[in-house]
């Protein structure tokens, strides 16, 4: 039963595909429109940030990212996700704004010291390889860059803790942790992080 349960999560939240998987986006637009659209904010987007967006799921962090940047990248190993995004931000993707791309933390296809901020929002939780995910994003990120991550808290597995010790084994530095509450009353505490890739640092293997 719980290798059932484990595939149901992963149809309609992880890797959304089919009717679960639509079930999923729609949820996923409504519960986390806010937390998507509060870390964009925060992470005080230029117009010249290449900015790397990690599972942007139905897109709505993906649109409020391309409202403020011009050179935005959404990576998701669902099609059903990036057609839903597609959908969302046609007129971003037709300008030359946002382009979407199969992908994952661990190896999301881009190249090394490209981007300047790292967006990923409900999703560190479910990443199976924290060592090899944020040895990526530190590998992508350009000396200076940022990387911002939101989770539900009582999802994360070790708490912010566990996530700043992830973060700093990959090279990061100027760690922050705090949470947010998102607004509604169905809505679950945020843990969310902050961190930058050392100027003169190295790429961490």
Do not use: Y
């Not at 139905?58 to 990036?82: K, N, W, Y």
């Not at 969302?88 to 704004?97: C, D, F």
């Amino acid at each position: 039963m719980a290798n059932i349960g484990t595939r149901l999560l992963e149809m309609s939240f992880g890797r959304p595909s089919g009717p679960l998987g639509r079930i999923g986006g729609r949820l996923m637009a409504r519960g986390n429109a806010a937390t998507e659209r509060h870390l964009v904010e925060i992470a005080d987007l230029g117009r010249q940030d290449a900015v790397l967006i990690l599972g942007p799921g139905p897109g709505v962090g993906l649109e409020a990212a391309g409202a403020r940047s011009g050179h935005v990248i959404g990576i998701d190993p669902s099609e059903l996700m990036l057609e839903s995004c597609r959908r969302r931000s046609a007129e971003l993707i037709g300008s030359g704004t946002v382009r979407l791309a199969r992908g994952v933390a661990a190896d999301t296809g881009q190249p090394a010291g490209s981007v300047d901020v790292v967006l990923a929002v409900n999703n560190v939780q479910i990443w199976p390889d924290w060592r090899a995910a944020f040895g990526e994003l530190h590998r992508v990120l350009r000396p200076g860059g940022r990387v911002l991550v939101s989770a539900h808290e009582k999802w994360l597995p070790g708490g912010l803790a566990a996530l700043a010790a992830a973060v700093e084994r990959a090279g990061f530095e100027e760690i922050r942790t705090w949470t947010w509450e998102p607004p509604g009353r169905s809505a679950t505490t945020a843990a969310q992080l902050r961190a930058r890739r050392a100027v003169t640092a190295e790429t961490t293997s």
